[in-house]
């Protein structure tokens, strides 16, 4: 069967990643778009218990799926016949290893950041709940997770881009096929400063987590949607001026 040959269970890897990565993305853009705002408007008691009864459920298929995300991104690479020094120093090898990068620091903040926070979160509530005091991390808990839930938010923009190029643009005449080494060099300091100080931010390194004049791009859904169309605008401009042939 053509499913079993290589081709086909690269395929079956990519078909995995489409369903893992909807489930991971759609979870994300739902609580940022629909339920952190909702839990605004909501009273203290009925919060509580779609902390308990939504939430918690929800954060189970987000961290999961961003398992088999990354887990099937790597398994796609894998297959690639072409995954050597070669491809990786190519147009398309480097907006791939863009979007998984960034899919990796990603990843990193759901187990890293994230998660742990809203446990806090959803651990007070439930003790709250029964009765009990609420825990003072809890606040602070929620920020940290919601700064680095929107960091991701903000992201994802570019790393459904670059995921997207690889295979359908990366390869146009337009693009150089062979780029040089120093072009290559400047791509991955300019890519790797600007990554790394958004995920810095989102760590409070940079004066803490606000809200603050270095949180203000990620202070409404609003501003992370401008600052994340910014980005792509800015990364794609580079990748023009970097790789045209
Ligand atoms: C570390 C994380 C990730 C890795 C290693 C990874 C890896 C890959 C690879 C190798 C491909 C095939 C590229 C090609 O040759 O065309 C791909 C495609 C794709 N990925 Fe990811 N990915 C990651 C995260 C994500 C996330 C979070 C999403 C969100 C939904 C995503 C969505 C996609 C989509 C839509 C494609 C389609 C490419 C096509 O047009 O066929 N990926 N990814």
Do not use: C
Request: overall charge positive; hydrophobic content about 55%.
């Amino acid at each position: 069967m053509e499913i079993f040959t290589q081709q086909g269970l690269a395929f079956l890897a990519r078909w995995a990643h489409f369903l893992a990565g909807i489930t991971w993305i759609g979870i994300l853009y739902y609580f940022n778009f629909v339920q952190v705002p909702a839990f605004a408007e909501m009273e203290a008691g009925a919060r509580s218990e779609a902390l308990r009864k939504i939430t918690w459920r929800a954060l189970w298929w987000f961290r999961w799926g961003a398992v088999l995300t990354v887990a099937s991104g790597l398994t796609i690479l894998g297959f690639n016949e072409q995954f050597d020094a070669d491809y990786l120093s190519s147009v398309a090898g480097t907006s791939i290893l863009t979007g998984s990068a960034l899919g990796i620091i990603m990843f990193a903040n759901v187990w890293g950041v994230i998660w742990p926070a809203q446990k806090i979160a959803i651990g007070s509530a439930v003790t709250v709940a029964g009765g009990g005091q609420a825990d003072p991390r809890a606040g602070a808990a929620g920020r940290r997770g919601l700064v680095a839930s929107r960091t991701n938010t903000l992201f994802s923009i570019s790393l459904l881009f670059f995921m997207a190029f690889t295979s359908h643009l990366a390869g146009a005449a337009h693009f150089s096929a062979d780029p040089e080494s120093g072009r290559l060099v400047t791509w991955w300091v300019v890519f790797g400063v600007i990554a790394a100080a958004i995920e810095l931010n989102a760590l409070g390194v940079f004066g803490g987590l606000g809200p603050r004049i270095n949180t203000r791009p990620l202070d409404s859904i609003r501003n992370v949607l401008i600052s994340g169309f910014v980005l792509i605008a800015v990364l794609y401009g580079l990748f023009e001026v970097l790789f045209k042939a």
